[in-house]
Each structure stands twice: as structure tokens, then as C-alpha cells.
């Protein structure tokens, strides 16, 4: 049984860098998904539907909100392949048992002080850079959808 859904899956995973995101945007046309919030406005001026949730099963295509939502994706997507029990055996080699520091660990937790210091830290040391880079790919992303829905 665990060989036949292997071959029935396949996994069509993304990384959502910037420089990816425009080449990926076809890929993700009519799909819902997620990724980091740092990340959800830019992808819905791309025209993608972004949700905050931690793991989207969409048919074939998988995605996960940020890093800690990556390990609940791959035990999500060990349990689909091989089973519950692999999966929880998984789970506990990993000892993945998450009890947060801190309450924190999204922008709808996190305060507002705290959330522009990540934004700024996400942007790094040239955030002039970055944005002008992210309004660059956006225009062309707009353009593409008009001429494709002419």
C-alpha cells in the first residue's frame, strides 16, 4: 500500500526566494497555499491565494508557513507516504515536542515593536534595495496577468 501512494505522489514543492517567486507564480496559479508571512502580502500582489494556515495539502502540490512549519510538513508528508506510526516514530527521534520560549511566534501573537524588528531584519542592511527589487517583480507580475487575461 505505502509503495502504491508513493507512486501516485508526487510532491511538487517550492522555495519561495525572491528571485524564484515570479518563475514560480505559474506554477502556483490557482492553487492555495502558504509560506512565510513575511512573505503572504508579496505572493498575493503576485496573484496567489495565501493562507496563514502552517501546512496546505493542495492535490499533488504542499507547502509550510516558515521553518518550524517545515518539520510539521514533512511529518505530514511522511504520514500520506508511509503512514501515522512512521510518522510519529519521526516525531519522537526528532523529539519534536514544540513548547515556544515565547508567544511570539507569529505576526498575529507578536506585538507591533516586535514585528518591525523582524521586518527589519528580514530586509536586511539595504531594505531600499529589497523593496525596490519586490515592487519590480510585482509591476511585471501584473502586466503578465493582464496580457494573459486579454
Known amino acids: 500500500m505505502a509503495a502504491r501512494r508513493r507512486a501516485e ?3 511538487d514543492g517550492i522555495g519561495l526566494h525572491r528571485s524564484r517567486a ?5 506554477f502556483l496559479e490557482g492553487k492555495t497555499t502558504t509560506t512565510h508571512w513575511g512573505f503572504r502580502d508579496y505572493l498575493k500582489m503576485l496573484g496567489v491565494t495565501v493562507v496563514p ?17 517545515g518539520i510539521d510538513m514533512a511529518l505530514s508528508l511522511t504520514e500520506r507516504v508511509h503512514g ?3 510518522a510519529e516514530a519521526l516525531q519522537l527521534i526528532i523529539e519534536y515536542d514544540p513548547e515556544p520560549l515565547f508567544d511570539s511566534g507569529s505576526p ?3 506585538g507591533p ?16 534595495r529589497a523593496a525596490t527589487r ?3 517583480e510585482i509591476v511585471r507580475a501584473r ?8
Open 108 to 110: 498575529e501573537k507578536a
Open 9 to 11: 505522489l508526487r510532491l
Open 22 to 26: 515570479i518563475r514560480r507564480r505559474r
Open 113 to 128: 515593536k516586535i514585528r518591525r524588528l523582524a521586518r527589519r531584519i528580514m530586509l536586511g542592511d539595504q531594505p531600499v
Open 143 to 150: 502586466i503578465r496577468r493582464t496580457r494573459t487575461a486579454n
Open 134 to 136: 519586490f515592487g519590480r
Open 84 to 86: 501515522r506510526e512512521l
Open 53 to 69: 494556515d502552517r501546512v496546505v495539502w493542495e492535490g499533488r502540490h504542499v507547502s509550510g508557513a516558515g521553518v518550524s512549519a
